[in-house]
């Protein structure tokens, strides 16, 4: 959209009148932003269809490498790491996770996935772990695993 888009110095158009971009007049809420398909976390790219972690302040694009997180966060020119795998950058996928995000354990179903610290996921003692009951006890995760959250159900 260029800077007629995205730079608010030339917008004049009521959001009542549902013309974007738009300036808040009290009778219509300025449109929110639709969901993306990225992890919490992270934001999407200008495509679209790949995630950089939120740090970046812009996904993939001219400049990436410089800034915060390096080419390794922000740049997605080679990335293919699907979302569900709960890896940045990703490529936004609609497939579910089938599989414990990078740095997590599985409980005994393999259902539900905790911090790799508290060592299993789950079970007798698991308040007794490092991370304690929210991190390594299952009964009370509500988060989903494709949210790149821990502890959470697959």
Known sequence: ???WACCTGQ????????????VADGETEPPTDPPTGCPTGSIVDGNGDKCCDD????????????????AAACCTSWTTALCSTGVLPCVIDD?????CPANSVADATGTKCCPVTCGTCGGYGCHLRPGGDIACCTGGITASCSDNVLPCSL
């Open 1 to 3: 959209g260029g800077q």
């Open 95 to 99: 497939e579910p996770m089938t599989e």
């Open 55 to 70: 740090a970046c302040g812009i996904c993939g694009g001219y400049g990436c490498h410089l800034r915060t997180g390096g």
């Open 11 to 22: 917008v004049t158009a009521l959001c009542s009148t549902g013309v974007l971009p738009c």
